[in-house]
């Protein structure tokens, strides 16, 4: 299972409408689901290059960090800056059911996908119920 919070992301856009910048750094757009036998989670990072893209798990925390820089070169009068530059970070919460040492990353058309395999011991298994010639007797 996937977990995610994230307490001051309203603090967030509001202080950016407020006061026309960000407060902290910008989150990540994301969707995540399941399927089949994996977890799949997209990150929206377009113009990011992907060297400056970290990803690490400790325990079960995933921490994600990218960084887009802005494309006016020092010293330029910048006329209009609505695309936000600068560092972005995300932290989603991994539930155990998932394996976390098996982790796969691509980047590809500003999209960072994540693909988290289930764990072995999460998946669902048939247990055999022995009976009738199976079964043993026991004499005493």
Do not use: C, W
């Not at 994230?6 to 757009?29: C, H, I, K, Y």
């Not at 689901?33 to 325990?59: A, C, K, M, Q």
Request: proline content about 6%.
């Amino acid at each position: 299972m996937l977990m995610r919070t994230d307490p001051f992301r309203e603090f967030d856009r509001l202080a950016q409408q407020v006061f026309g910048g960000t407060a902290r750094t910008s989150a990540m757009p994301m969707d995540a689901y399941r399927s089949g036998d994996d977890f799949l989670v997209h990150f929206d990072l377009p113009g990011v290059d992907p060297e400056t893209i970290e990803l690490d798990v400790e325990r079960n925390v995933l921490n994600v960090r990218a960084e887009r820089r802005t494309p006016a070169p020092e010293g330029a009068e910048v006329l209009v800056a609505e695309r936000p530059a600068g560092t972005f970070t995300r932290q989603l919460f991994l539930g155990d059911s998932l394996d976390t040492e098996r982790i796969d990353a691509s980047y590809e058309v500003g999209v960072l996908t994540l693909r988290i395999p289930v764990a072995e011991q999460a998946k669902p298994r048939r247990i055999r119920i022995a009976g009738g010639s199976d079964r043993r007797q026991i004499s005493g």
